[in-house]
């Protein structure tokens, strides 16, 4: 790097990522704390350890083929093949440590410039992109709590992380994807892209699972079942919303000029600013507006609508967030606020109504948290946002539902579709089906006798005494579950 400023800004944009995966591993803190408030003593150890084993096998494959997926499949699938990457091959020279200068191996797609570039962001990038695999896997880690098999889990959780999620970011949360170029779709901070997906997934997981025992009773009636520390849950969400600020910085581009080659190339006077995954302008001052609207409106919503329960207090500032995430770069921050609101409205009565009609049970609430609020947020923001461009000026595409000066329009119908192909086509759909395999191999469900003795007795040596709860409603369930009745 030769030229002060072009260095200055490439230097920026290296350190801005590395500062935003900082933040973002709050947010696996985040889940691993507050799912151990959530469950029974007597599974702590076995909650803990299954949300930790995401870190190394979700990084590991995401290092040999995730990243790689990202950049080789944002065409329309079988219609464009796959594009080459050569910067997110794990055996590029870009995928270690390098300081640019000559290229040892020349492609079409990587000229020497390019290479600098690479040689200084691919490994933050790769990271950022990294912690949202995390964060999208850890979701369904919740919902299955105290039942599921580690093996099992893990096998959902690499399959997320590093394939599912990572396939509908190429399509969807990129400013080349083909849902962007030819639907219009624009999802700004992932309330599909991460959320949907996983909400949709754990939903494909727990219809196979089941529910644990005695959450209902003979009749059907859902029981509730207590938390083991309500503190830790509600440290955990807020160190939740912490990593949150840095999974809303990692979703922009820190610095560019709009106007260089880079974007437009159109020969006018540079124009320096940040922008959005899709490379249209924004800034951190307007989605710092709109994170903290949406986070309040959220928190209301969700103390009013659960008459001041604090589980469901935090979980709807959460809610919030990711309701309004899909338009949260274009949004005034009175709108997000309202569409959050409402998002937790929609979440919170969708929970209870599908716990009782399916007997669905989903001990964080993370299908509706994630799932149910990611698919109304990303359907709202069409409307909302409905004739924006959803990518850079100038890009190579009509559309399918109308354009601006030649580019995709965001609209009801792109985002619509891009949702549900999110949530039912590669979230439900693909988890279902391997739960529905690795049920049929025995691996996925503990015997019940190990679930009602506690997962840590069997798999950790009763690493943490189980001291059976005092109260009412806890005893009765294990009344009941003493005669079969659970």
């Known amino acids: 790097m030769s030229d002060g400023l072009d260095s200055l800004v490439v230097i920026f944009t290296e350190f801005y990522y590395w500062v935003t995966v900082v933040f973002m591993f709050l947010i696996h803190v985040g889940f691993c704390v507050y799912e151990v408030g959530a469950s029974r003593r007597k599974n702590i150890q076995h909650t803990l350890m299954k949300n930790t084993l995401v870190i190394p096998l979700v990084t590991i494959t995401f290092f040999f083929f995730g990243w790689w997926i990202y950049f080789a499949f944002p065409a329309f699938p079988l219609m464009g093949g796959f594009i080459d990457a050569p910067h997110a091959v794990p055996w590029s020279e870009l995928m270690g440590t390098h300081m640019g200068g000559a290229i040892t ?74 849902m962007v170029q030819l639907w219009g779709f624009h999802d700004a901070y992932a309330s599909s892209v991460v959320h949907g997906i996983a909400g949709g997934s754990a939903l494909g997981v727990l219809c196979v699972l089941g529910p644990r025992l005695g959450k209902f009773a003979a009749d059907g009636t859902p029981r509730d079942i207590p938390q083991n520390n ?115 409205w929609v979440a919170y009565k969708l929970h209870y109504w599908v716990e009782r009609r399916f007997k669905l049970d989903d001990a ?28 850079i000026a100038g890009a190579d595409s009509l559309g399918w539902f109308g354009n601006v000066d030649g580019v995709a329009a965001i609209n009801p119908l792109g985002n619509f579709l891009g949702a549900v192909l999110m949530f039912w086509g590669l979230g439900f759909l693909p988890c279902w089906i391997v739960a529905k395999i690795l049920n049929g191999l025995g691996w996925l469900r503990v015997p019940r006798e190990v679930e009602l003795a506690g997962l840590d007795t069997h798999d950790y040596g009763d690493a943490f005494p189980y001291f059976p709860y005092r109260d009412t409603a806890m005893e009765e369930i294990d009344r009941q579950l003493a005669k079969g009745q659970g």
């Open 364 to 391: 964080v609430g993370a299908v509706a948290v994630h799932g149910y609020a990611g698919f109304f947020g990303t359907v709202v923001a069409g409307f909302m946002l409905w004739g924006y461009p959803s990518n």
């Open 105 to 178: 191996v020349q492609t079409e797609s990587l000229n020497a410039a390019d290479h600098g570039w690479w040689a200084r962001i691919n490994g933050v990038f790769w990271a950022a992109f990294l912690l949202f695999s995390w964060t999208t896997a850890s979701i369904i880690s919740g919902a299955v709590i105290e039942r599921v098999k580690t093996q099992a889990f893990v096998i959902i959780a690499v399959l997320v992380g590093s394939c599912t999620w990572i396939i509908d970011a190429a399509w969807g949360w990129s400013w080349n994807g083909w």
């Open 230 to 344: 309500p503190w830790f849950v509600t440290v955990g969400l807020f160190l939740i919303y912490t990593g949150f600020w840095g999974f809303y910085a990692a979703c922009n581009i820190p610095i560019i000029d709009f106007n260089g080659p880079l974007v437009l190339a159109n020969g006018n006077e540079p124009f320096f600013t940040a922008t959005n995954i899709y490379l249209t302008p924004t800034s951190l001052s307007a989605i710092t507006f709109n994170f903290l609207m949406s986070l309040s409106g959220g928190l209301l919503a969700g103390y009013v609508l659960s008459k001041g329960d604090a589980f469901w207090s935090y979980s709807g500032g959460l809610a919030g967030v990711i309701t309004a995430s899909a338009g949260n770069d274009l949004y005034h921050p009175v709108e997000a606020m309202i569409i959050a609101m409402v998002g937790v």
